[in-house]
């Protein structure tokens, strides 16, 4: 059986982690759990799949498990876990220390956090490769990408091109300015936790997915389009102008279970074949309301610490926003302030970003 260990197994991927692991139970041990502060709902996963270790931020009952408990509980765990996969689904660049550990002795990361490349692609890849880690991504999008370019050559590739719902306004005429969490968080597609769905909403994550195709792929013309249905997960364009497209209905599990199960494919009962007699739209971008993606672009080819204020800015306005002390368009307006007041340099290592974000995070009193 292989061993698996979850970072943030009480978010919605790390749910849905464990539902493909009910289904593959006799492929896969759990051996480690991290719940951040949803203690209620990992004593009850701990009760069900017995981990060796177990981290959370606020103590808890571990069971049997060795357990970890405060803000360096995931890199304690990290560093005593054996495991052949790994699956990162903490979010922001919390996960990027216990990551690091992680890659020096775990051969496969099926990776569900874009802040970590974002911010830190350059030490992540690097790692990876001296320790021989592989890495899977596990967002439809990237997914998509990463089937799409297997056994493929780099340099016949044009373009990556994502897709991109559009969240719950992109095609609406409303003043976005009174949009409210409570509204944002309401994906039509995809169900997904609060700040990825407010990234969605703004078109941030969009931003995020174009820097982190950039670094993963090592191909710099990225671009995206808005497809509401989530049917085509992204697609990859050729020199000869065919273009390969990965789709399903929007499922995260799937994306989840590639990753795990890798190179091999396994049924899902959870997933229908599409209906081909279903339309499939798309949508031109329009970034004088969602300006997100252009900024992200800049970044991407500006690079250092470019990407990751970009990334750290974009979690202080969600958090800021959701507390409603800012407004909607308010999120970009803090990204771009964020960029213009700090001085953009080479990443040099992982404590450099930790300042940064402390910086960042003072700056604007979060």
Known sequence: MKRIAIFGSTGSIGV??????????????????????????????????????????????GGNAKKFVGKNACVSLAKETEADITVMAISGLAALAPLLVMITGCKRIALANKEAIVCAGDIVLSEAKKNGAEIIPVDSEHSAVFQCLKNEDRRDVRRIILTASGGPFYTSSEDLSLVTPERAVRHP???????ISVDSATMVNKGLEIIEAGRLFGITNVDYVIHPESIIHSMVEFTDNSTLALMSYPNMELAIQYAMTYPRRAENDGVRPFDFRRPLTFIPSDETRFPAPAIARRCLKEGGTAPAIYSIADEVAVSLFMKKLISFTDITGIIEEALCINEIEKVESANQLYELSDSIKRHFGV
């Open 16 to 61: 849905q982690t464990l539902n493909v692991v009910r289904r593959f139970s006799n492929e896969y041990n759990v051996v480690a759990l991290t719940g951040g502060n949803n203690t209620d709902l990992l004593e009850r996963q701990v009760a069900e799949f017995k981990p060796d270790y177990v981290a959370a931020n606020t103590d808890f009952d």
């Open 189 to 195: 597609t995809w169900n997904m936790g609060a700040k």
